[in-house]
């Protein structure tokens, strides 16, 4: 694992969300994440970058192919 793994603040800052979504996303197990420790505020969460733009691209709603044809 060459990249530099984002903790749930910065993964936030770059999807531009707050930080405590991100931490629902993982909670919710739709963000693939590390978790280390134990649940809870003494356990630690990183998320892989690549693992961001996967979950991003996931989220794109595409407008409906018969509006494309305007």
């Not at 809870?40 to 996967?54: Q, S, T, Y």
Request: with cysteine; proline share 4%.
């Amino acid at each position: 694992m060459n990249e530099q793994l984002l903790t749930p603040r910065a993964a936030a800052e770059r999807a531009g969300v707050s930080p405590s979504l991100v931490y629902q996303w993982c909670r919710d197990q739709l963000l693939a994440h590390y978790r280390f420790g134990s649940q809870g505020r003494r356990g630690k969460i990183l998320i892989a970058p690549d693992d961001l733009e996967a979950f991003m691209r996931q989220c794109r709603v595409e407008r409906h192919r018969l509006l494309n044809s305007e």
